[in-house]
């Protein structure tokens, strides 16, 4: 069964720093690209990272939004993906998704129907 289930979000302090995980099950994130997305109350869903396998090495793009403070980490071996983020805003509150796309090489970070599988969310809460 494919599937990819969130963790690690919670309530952060302004300029305070979250990890969050993407457990992968039922196919190899080696094959696939893996999406971060959020989404604000109120708001569109949108694209955070896009990290793939372009056949020269792993290539991560990144929302101008947080260029410079999240980096997405891959662990091919325990089929996990995770977005570190660091000086995070009160902008930065959202629930976080993570999606997966066979083979897509990242040219956009859409959440459209590039992505075939979608986790569940986790909810990121910065606030003082």
């Known amino acids: 069964q494919l599937q990819l289930v969130e963790s690690g979000g919670g309530l952060v302090q302004p300029g305070g720093s979250l990890r969050l995980s993407c457990a992968v099950s039922?196919?190899?994130?080696?094959?696939?690209?893996i999406g971060w997305f959020r989404q604000a109350p109120g708001k569109e869903r949108e694209g955070v990272s896009c990290?793939?396998?372009?056949?020269?090495?792993?290539?991560?793009n990144y929302a101008d939004s947080v260029k410079g403070r999240f980096t997405v980490i891959r662990d091919n071996a325990k089929n996990m993906v995770y977005l570190q983020m660091n000086s995070l805003k009160p902008e930065d509150t959202a629930d976080y998704y993570c999606a997966a796309s066979y083979g897509f090489l990242c040219v956009r970070i859409e959440p459209d129907s590039t992505w075939n599988f979608w986790g569940q969310g986790t909810h990121v809460t910065v606030s003082s």
């Open positions: 039922g196919f190899s994130v080696d094959y696939y690209a």
């Open positions: 990290t793939t396998n372009n056949n020269s090495g792993y290539s991560t």
